[in-house]
């Protein structure tokens, strides 16, 4: 206890002082990861090394980024900033960091991307802008990209793809692409040409969507496809041998639709495609059961996969009548078969 009336050093004062609040989210000198989840940052954190590698601002306040926000750091690799309330960014934003390999966007505001706003990041292979306000592609936005293999652009706002008689097709430079993921978008067709370029092209998400149609050629652009998703669409109708193109698919999902008749590739060597035809109304007559019995899918929710007609097979298992190895027909009162109409 200090004797009464003794003053206390100066420097001993300002020790016991409480100090202010600290700024959010401060680098370390040397780091090459930095990561900050502060919910009240509100200016992307300057000063950091120019060893960082990764950077992660996620789930905060930030609204808005400087163009100078990446300058110093030449070895960013990459750059996730999720979950923020991004409305707009740089034109110049990424020209600092042309290492660049990995971007998500996810979560933000962002209604539209400056045109060039990808020029000089060749080496990106991971770009995410899901769950944006995106309505429209542009074409700009993908001509740098070579090495892109993962496009994101689900939950967004889109409208349309641009078909391939625009100058030029939206996705025609991205010949490396191995997966895109346009689901859960406003699209209500595909104009034929709208995947032109994507050779490489294995996954491809359309769920959620509005489809009531495709072309027939929409598939003929993407013939190293292995997954493709249709699911919960409006589709009424395939058209013949849209699949044909795709030797190689495994997995096709065309659940929730409103198809009564179906379409599949041929079949290949190799393992049975996985196919989910769950929640149609199916006519459970001679093309649709000799289809299945004939290309010999691996039929998954085969309880959701029901006959809606004709009416001696409605709310049947679709694969339990074609298993049974029935043809369609209706048969007369002595047993025999009614020739089809």
């Known amino acids: 206890m200090m004797p009464s009336g003794r003053i206390l050093p100066p420097l001993l004062l300002l020790l016991l002082l409480p100090l202010g609040p600290a700024a959010p989210c401060s680098p370390?000198?040397?780091?090459?990861?930095?990561?900050?989840?502060?919910?009240?940052?509100?200016?992307?954190?300057?000063?950091?090394?120019?060893?960082?590698?990764?950077?992660?601002?996620?789930?905060?306040?930030?609204?808005?980024?400087?163009?100078?926000?990446?300058?110093?750091?030449?070895?960013?690799?990459?750059?996730?900033?999720?979950?923020?309330?991004l409305t707009t960014?740089?034109?110049?934003?990424?020209?600092?960091?042309?290492?660049?390999?990995?971007?998500?966007?996810?979560?933000?505001?962002?209604?539209?991307?400056?045109?060039?706003?990808?020029?000089g990041t060749g080496h990106l292979q991971h770009l995410v802008l899901q769950g944006n306000l995106l309505q429209a592609l542009q074409p700009a936005w993908f001509q740098h990209l070579p090495q892109l293999h993962w496009l994101n652009l689900a939950a967004n706002a889109l409208a349309e793809v641009p078909p391939a008689g625009s100058c030029p097709a939206v996705f025609h430079a991205l010949h490396s692409l191995r997966s895109l993921d346009l689901s859960?978008?406003?699209?209500?067709?595909?104009?034929?040409?709208?995947?032109?370029?994507?050779?490489?092209?294995?996954?491809l998400g359309l769920e959620g969507n509005r489809l009531g149609t495709l072309p027939p050629t929409t598939f003929v652009p993407v013939p190293a496809l292995r997954f493709l998703f249709l699911q919960g669409n409006e589709l009424r109708a395939l058209p013949a041998g849209i699949f044909v193109p795709l030797r190689h698919l495994r997995v096709l999902d065309l659940a929730h639709n409103r198809l009564r008749a179906l379409e599949l590739p041929l079949r290949s060597p190799g393992p049975a495609l996985d196919l989910d035809i769950s929640g149609n109304p199916w006519v459970c007559e001679r093309?649709?059961?000799?289809?299945?019995?004939?290309?010999?899918?691996r039929l998954t929710t085969t309880h959701d996969t029901l006959c809606a007609s004709p009416m001696r097979y409605r709310g049947q298992e679709v694969a339990a009548v074609s298993q049974a190895g029935d043809t369609g027909c209706e048969t007369k009162g002595d047993g025999q078969r009614l020739p089809d109409p």
Do not use: K, M, W, Y
């Open 28 to 85: 370390q000198p040397n780091a090459t990861h930095f990561i900050c989840t502060e919910p009240t940052l509100s200016t992307f954190p300057s000063g950091l090394p120019t060893t960082t590698l990764a950077i992660s601002v996620e789930f905060t306040a930030l609204a808005a980024l400087l163009p100078t926000a990446l300058a110093g750091l030449p070895q960013l690799q990459e750059l996730h900033l999720s979950s923020n309330r």
């Open 287 to 297: 093309p649709l059961l000799a289809l299945l019995r004939r290309a010999a899918p």
């Open 184 to 203: 859960r978008n406003r699209l209500a067709s595909l104009a034929p040409g709208a995947l032109a370029g994507l050779r490489a092209l294995q996954g």
């Open 89 to 119: 960014l740089p034109e110049a934003l990424l020209r600092p960091v042309p290492t660049l390999r990995v971007l998500d966007l996810t979560d933000n505001l962002l209604a539209d991307l400056p045109a060039g706003i990808f020029t």
